[in-house]
T-cell receptor, first 118, second 117 residues
C-alpha cells in the first residue's frame, strides 16, 4: 500500500491565488521530505528539501518566496504556491525516505498533485 | 553534479518480448533507484541497487548494477501491457557506505515503454 500520500490530487485555481499541497508519510516519521516538479513529458526536477524543525533548502533557480515550504510535523510537509500564475501549472510530487532494512533508506514518492492555474 | 542518461528514450514492444533499459551515470553510483510511473501519477518504487555487481529481481523485472557502479540496466522478461509506463532511474549522490540516504535524487530523463497486446 501507499506509504506517502498527497492532497489534493489535483487543483485548479485562478491566477494570483495561493494553493497549498500536503505531503504525509504514513506509518513512519520523516524528518526530511523532498518536493519535485514535473512538466509534461519531462523527468522530475528537485525543487527543495523540507526539514522538520528548520528552514527548507531550495535548489538553484527555485524562488523560496514563491514556493513556501513548512514541515509542520514528522509526518507532514506542505508546499504553498503563492500568487500562482499559469507558468506554475505542473505536476508536483513529494518524497520521503523510509528505513527499509538495516541502514538502508528508500525514497518513496507520493501520488502527485496536478496544479492548473487559469 | 551527477547526470544520468537513459536509453532508449522510448520503446515499443510486442507483448511477450523481452526488453532492456539502460541508465548510465557520469559519476560512481552509490544508490541507484528504479521507479515506474504512469502518466499523471506518482512513482512506484521498483528496486534499489548499491553494490557493484548487484542484481535484484521482482516478478519479471531484473535490475543490475555493473561492477564499476556507473551503469545499471533494467530487464523485463515476457513483457505484458501492465508493464507499460515511464521507467525512471534515480541516483542518490549522498548515500554513504552504510546506506544512509541524505536524499535528494537526480533522475534520468525517463524511458517510455509501450507494450502492444
Amino acid at each position: 500500500g501507499a506509504v506517502v500520500s498527497q492532497h489534493p490530487s489535483w487543483v485548479i485555481c485562478k491566477s494570483g491565488t495561493s494553493v497549498k499541497i500536503e505531503c504525509r508519510s504514513l506509518d513512519f516519521q520523516a524528518t526530511t521530505m523532498f518536493w519535485y516538479r514535473q512538466f509534461p513529458k519531462q523527468s522530475l526536477m528537485l525543487m527543495a528539501t523540507s526539514n522538520e524543525g528548520s528552514k527548507a533548502t531550495y535548489e538553484q533557480g527555485v524562488e523560496k518566496d514563491k514556493f513556501l515550504i513548512n514541515h509542520a510535523s514528522l509526518t507532514l510537509s506542505t508546499l504553498t504556491v503563492t500568487s500562482a500564475h499559469p507558468e506554475d501549472s505542473s505536476f508536483y510530487i513529494c518524497s520521503a525516505p523510509r528505513r527499509t532494512s538495516g541502514f538502508t533508506d528508500t525514497q518513496y514518492f507520493g501520488p502527485g498533485t496536478r496544479l492548473t492555474v487559469l | 553534479s551527477q547526470e544520468l542518461e537513459q536509453s532508449p528514450q522510448s520503446l515499443i514492444v510486442q507483448e511477450g518480448k523481452n526488453l532492456t533499459i539502460n541508465c548510465t551515470s557520469s559519476k560512481t553510483l552509490y544508490g541507484l533507484y528504479w521507479y515506474k510511473q504512469k502518466y499523471g501519477e506518482g512513482l512506484i518504487f521498483l528496486m534499489m541497487l548499491q553494490k557493484g555487481g548487484e542484481e535484484k529481481s521482482h516478478e519479471k523485472i531484473t535490475a543490475k548494477l555493473d561492477e564499476k557502479k556507473q551503469q545499471s540496466s533494467l530487464h523485463i522478461t515476457a513483457s505484458q501491457p501492465s508493464h507499460a509506463g515511464i521507467y525512471l532511474c534515480g541516483a542518490d549522490p549522498q548515500v554513504n557506505a552504510g546506506g544512509t540516504s541524505y536524499g535528494k535524487l537526480t533522475f534520468g530523463q525517463g524511458t517510455i515503454l509501450t507494450v502492444h497486446p
